[in-house]
């Protein structure tokens, strides 16, 4: 679910990635677009997309709203199959 969470363009420079692939090269830096796994903040960045779209769509969707506003801790869905 992380990777289909984009991160803001301003704050994208935090999980900056630098690579080379031997010691001699100047290290390329890569800017992540989206949430990256691990970091202490992904768990709540998918918590609260997973909300907010429960909000924006509470009148078409009652029960798959019902089941994200109730039934998930951090990123994991408590109800069954």
């Known amino acids: 679910m992380y990777r ?3 991160i803001h363009p301003d704050d994208r420079h ?3 990635i630098l690579w080379r692939k031997n010691v001699q090269e100047e290290p390329k830096v890569y800017d992540s677009n989206t949430v990256t796994y691990g970091t202490a903040c992904a768990p709540f960045h998918a918590l ?3 909300h907010q779209l429960a909000e924006i769509h509470k009148n078409e969707y009652p029960l798959a709203t019902d089941a994200i506003s109730n039934n ?3 990123d994991d869905s408590l109800s069954g199959a």
């Open 72 to 74: 998930f801790y951090m």
């Open 48 to 50: 609260r997309c997973l």
């Open 14 to 16: 935090y999980q900056m």
């Open 4 to 6: 289909q969470i984009m």
